[in-house]
């Protein structure tokens, strides 16, 4: 047979199609995979609509789930229980059939799950087959599971692959309100491991330091727990007075570990050794308090906050001093009015948002809005980054109380739901309170949750360009949830 060039060419093209049919289903996701992960959202049963966590997880080969429903906020017709499900993938859909009860509330049957779709995040289908029983729920995004990723015991951990000595280190993790990583558990380690995992350096430098006669940490916790390499700590050369984590073997010694400790000195610099030990190849672990870089007034009430759990996992071990942004906003406003209630909060399905698909706060933004505590920008916007003045702060709190207090309360109808106030003794800067903002800031500030900015001045908003530059009027994360607090306890009963 004699092949022409248009003949070549088409096997040539062929072959190519194979080998593309072959890379795309080898790059083709595990969709068993691509379910991992928990859901929170709400279903449809007997009970009417319910609250609902699922938990999806690998047990060996298989797919597992744990099934936990709860009521929701101002309802009493569903109690809590639990139960697990196998999960199975069929036809381009998941299965989620019930196994064994975990907490079973008495009269209470399981339900499946049929029908199942995986869209992006989002995971919806049927209730037991059933059309008109319908089940929603979202796992985190990307950026919420990086701040999940980034905390431990409600410290948040942060990798600088930036090379400084110990002593540089330090105080670059202090001037960022925290503190070089301090280990005191074996489950500690496990979390520190996994986090420089994914680093580019060979060590990383911890808040150990010695003392001349022991090791101690920069924060003051016992030196008790330790995961030394092999012949560590020695002194090598009577100079190695500082603390650090290997993520790579060290090579010229036999039996070194990943992950084990060593002392090094100041500029982790061995003479002889550095293609392993030099500036360029440490960097360092900073650690954060759940309260960090507070100001001295706010402190008593921050740890209040934290007692009462009021500070979102979004906030922790952030600069309290810093403004605060409309998305963690509503990460606060869900924890006061889950606190106040006593409830969780479930999401909104129809939430008309496009511009917080990629916002860690997404799931409590998609509640806030649910519960109509916040409302967006524009009919399709809520400006997650945007940050929030003071009568905005004043407002939204003023929402969260209304909702504990009326179930049907909702933001177009916010003038049936007047809350009593005196505004006797007025702001110097009273007239620039905007008109939607008027009550909350007078009934926050006669409740003594919300007080000026000195000089009886309250500062609801910028109304200069000189004021936006120096945020005169923005909200800081310590001011939130120092009302919040104040909300709770005054307020909550």
Not at 46 to 71: C, H, P, R, W
Not at 135 to 152: G, I, R
Not at 176 to 188: D, F, H, M, N, R
Not at 320 to 335: D, N, P, Q, S, Y
Request: contains cysteine; hydrophobic residues 35%.
């Amino acid at each position: 047979m004699k092949f022409c060039k248009r003949t070549l060419t088409l096997l040539l093209s062929l072959v190519m199609l194979c080998q593309l049919f072959v890379v795309g289903a080898a790059a083709a996701k595990d969709p068993m995979t691509e379910i991992l992960g928990t859901y929170e959202g709400y279903y449809y049963a007997n009970q009417g609509q319910t609250g609902v966590t699922l938990k999806v997880y690998q047990n060996g080969s298989d797919v597992e789930a744990i099934f936990e429903f709860y009521n929701l906020p101002n309802r009493t017709n569903a109690q809590s229980g639990s139960f697990y499900m196998d999960v199975t993938y069929e036809g381009g859909s998941y299965s989620f059939v019930a196994t064994k009860w975990i907490d079973k509330p008495a009269s209470y049957n399981t339900v499946n799950l049929r029908e199942m779709a995986l869209d992006g995040y989002v995971l919806s289908g049927k209730v037991n087959g059933r059309s008109d029983w319908k089940f929603y729920a979202e796992k985190p995004n990307d950026a919420y599971e990086d701040v999940q990723d980034s905390l431990f015991d409600d410290h948040r951990y942060e990798v600088v692959d930036e090379g400084m000595t110990w002593q540089q280190a330090k105080a670059y993790a202090e001037s960022k309100g925290g503190y070089l990583a301090v280990i005191t558990s074996a489950q500690e380690q496990a979390f520190v491991e996994k986090l420089i995992s994914d680093g580019t350096k060979k060590q990383y430098w911890l808040g150990g330091y010695s003392t001349g006669s022991a090791f101690a940490w920069v924060n003051g916790e016992t030196f008790s727990y330790t995961n030394w390499d092999k012949g560590e700590p020695n002194d090598f050369r009577g100079n190695e007075s500082y603390v650090q984590i290997y993520r790579a073997k060290n090579p010229a010694v036999s039996g070194s570990q990943a992950y084990r400790w060593n002392d090094i000195n100041n500029e982790n610099t061995i003479r002889g050794e550095e293609n392993f030990f030099s500036l360029s190849n440490v960097g360092m672990v900073i650690e954060y308090d759940p309260i960090a870089n507070s100001s001295d007034w706010a402190d008593l009430e921050l740890q209040e906050a934290f007692e009462n759990d009021l500070i979102p996992d979004v906030l922790m071990g952030k600069d309290m001093t810093g403004t605060i942004t409309r998305a963690e906003f509503a990460a606060v406003a869900v924890k006061l009015y889950e606190a106040l209630s006593g409830n969780r909060m479930i999401i909104g399905m129809d939430v008309p948002f496009t511009d917080i698909s990629n916002s860690a706060e997404r799931l409590y933004i998609l509640k806030a809005y649910n519960y109509n505590i916040v409302n967006g920008t524009s009919a399709t916007t809520y400006s997650p980054n945007d940050l929030l003045t003071r009568e905005q702060m004043a407002t939204m709190l003023t929402r969260v109380y209304k909702k504990f207090l009326w179930a049907d309360y909702t933001i177009n109808d916010d003038a049936k739901y007047a809350l009593a106030y005196n505004n006797e003794a007025k702001f110097r800067d009273d007239w620039q309170i905007s008109s939607y903002a008027y009550q909350s800031v007078y009934f926050m500030h006669n409740h003594g949750i919300i007080n000026g900015v000195g000089n009886n001045m309250f500062a609801p908003n910028n109304s200069t360009t000189a004021q936006a530059a120096a945020k005169y009027a923005n909200a800081t994360r310590q001011q939130a949830l120092l009302i919040s607090t104040r909300t709770l306890t005054t307020l909550g009963v």
